[in-house]
């Protein structure tokens, strides 16, 4: 649409004049913005960016990438109501966080709407949209704003407006991220919308959740089990009463503890602690319109909606030792509002304990949650079909750059598939996934015990879709819950490895197959198995009665993580399994480090590191370590330790790399094998590089 504006022709965005402002951010994202007004003079219309060329044009208003050839990578139309139509990709396309049709988001429109509702929600789960979407043709783009729906059926892509914005359409603002290299897409995102933050490693240990509480000594005798039957646990969560009748409060949105149970809060949290529980707090009922950040003044006293003086409600309880909260609801919060939201359960905290770092577990937020808080997938059904969709839901999320994500493990809703099997089989995956919690109704079967009681617990839904009492005699599914988590509390020095190197980087823990073999089609279209950082591979079993899986490994040479049998890829194997048994793979020339079996993460222990070498190429790995609980590491407190295995000389060098300030407690003494053959050997390393014949 034309309009002459002083003798010159100027575009019409609504009823408003825009012209194209196009900025290069880095060698490999473009910033596109329609600015309101006309097009300063001399503004030019072809620019150079990283040996590629950007074209635009005011009439009609449009912006083309082109590489060094002369190629369009993409291209952007756009029409007087602000649809945006863009390019379609001929490969995979990934990310637009939670909800919707997984894994290659091709073929679907999703009209961004935020929160838990039908039809996706029982199997899929929750939708937390995010309009940042990855193709595997090399390009990405973010949204901005506004924030709108984005259909990926036809020939063209279509970025819409929302209704309301028509009349007014609201100006364009857009990055563009071109690389042929995955892992630089994912860093430039980061780069865009922030970095993920540094959690506490508590909360990478398991964490049990709660509902219906019958008492003090229910509360207590239940932690002290863990400890008894040696069954690893960090952290202890306790919903609130309102969605359940006795829960740690005394109903939705308060902050006062429910006396039946917590007639002594601070006593009590004194206790858990004193068994090295962290305790977590379910919150409800957010303000509807919450705004601005937890170090303003505020702008009215007792205005709720303003995050200071929401965050002051919380006060009061947080101060008798609380660690953690779980911010629930609020799907219908504007997209502004839910990141306010999240953002005050980062500074609220680390205002009030500076160099503590904070945890907070979500159901809602935005692009930029992965700076503040976790998220989970939400209120899911408790079946087979459910299980196999969670897998690409925590890929999609990790791909948007939300890396600390997980599910209710077993699902939150019971129905009649619900037993010791898919519990196990869901137990497995979870032990997998950056969030490991159990949590759902009729709690008591997310307890790792809780499926050889004879008692169901508390019943919180329709007795026709509670289990088969038959299930609650299962004395299979306890021991197999302590393999997973004895694994994954021997695996935390390689988990929390990758940790910081998301935080540094943007790539999640949970890994598409395609950011570390994006040349490969096959492993880049896969979603039901996925890297567990850059060196295991993961296969959750998700079919009832499996006696085998089939597993896609990549090209080079995998070893079986249970059996230390060598395969070489690019293969699909059919890997046999009885129900202890998830198929886990382990790349060559990984030296993969594993601690002793602890039952909390800060346990001492006075048996050695194993560091476990992976023959067959060269490689190189590096662990990372800190104190995992302050912020100590940001003025350089950490160490991280080089491991240099030369397959051809049979050579293992150790070494502190540059900047390390010391050997981390835990990292002296060293048991060191090879996978397939050699004895064992012991080292005592007290920051000196040395290098050994295997």
Known sequence: MLLQVGGAAAYLLGSVPVHWAITPVSSVILRLRLLRGRRPAGLPEIMAWGGRRVRVTDSPLAATIEDENGTAIQSFGVDDQGTVTFKSSAGPVFGLGEGGPQFDRRGQTYNMRNGQFAPFLSTIGARLPVPWLISTDGWAIFFQQPFGVIDLRGPEYVFGQPPTAVEDPVPLDIFFVVSREP????????????????????????????????????????????RHDKLPCDTLIYLGTGFCPSGWNTGHGSFTFNEKVFPDPKQMIQELHDEHFHIVLHVTRPPEHLHGGVSDTGTAAEDLSDAAFYWGEHLKVFRLGVDGWWPDEGDPLAPEARLARNRMYWEGPVRERPMERPFALHRNGYAGLQRYGWLWSGDV???????????????????????????????????????????????????????????????????????????????????????????????????????????????????????????????????????????????AALSDEYLWGRDLLIAPVTQPGATSRQVYLPPGVWYDFWSGERVEGPRVVERAVDLATMPIYVRSGTVLALGPVRQYVTQRSDKPMTLRVHPGTGGQTQIYADDGESFAYERGEFMRLNLDWDD?????????????????????????EVVGGGEAKRIQFEGRAMTLDL
């Open 183 to 226: 892992r630089e897409i994912l860093k430039a995102y980061a780069q865009i919308a922030g970095f993920p933050h540094m959690p506490p490693l508590w909360a990478f240990g398991y964490q049990q959740s709660h509902r219906t509480l019958s008492s003090r000594e229910e509360i207590l005798d239940e932690a002290k089990r863990f």
């Open 381 to 523: 059904d408790c079946r087979w079909k459910t299980l196999a969709e969670q897998i690409p839901v925590g890929l999609n999320a990790g791909l948007t750059g939300l890396p600390y994500w997980g599910t209710d493990t077993g699902g939150f809703v019971p129905t009649k598939e619900l037993t010791g099997e898919l519990y196990v089989r869901w137990f497995q995956f979870s032990a997998f996934c950056p969030l490991f919690r159990s949590h759902g109704r009729t709690w008591k079967l997310r307890l790792p015990w809780g499926w050889d009681t004879g008692d169901f617990g508390p019943v919180e839904v329709d007795m026709n879709r509670m289990p088969d009492p038959k299930e609650l005699h299962n004395a299979q599914v306890e021991p197999i819950c302590r393999k997973y988590l004895d694994l994954r509390y021997q695996l935390l020095p390689y988990t929390y490895s990758a940790v910081r190197e998301g935080h540094e980087t943007g790539l999640p823990l949970m890994r598409a197959l395609w950011l570390h073999y994006s040349r490969d089609a096959k492993a």
């Open 648 to 672: 051809n000389r049979r050579q293992l060098t150790v070494a502190l790399a540059p900047g390390s300030k010391r050997v981390w407690e835990g990292f002296r003494e060293m048991r060191i």
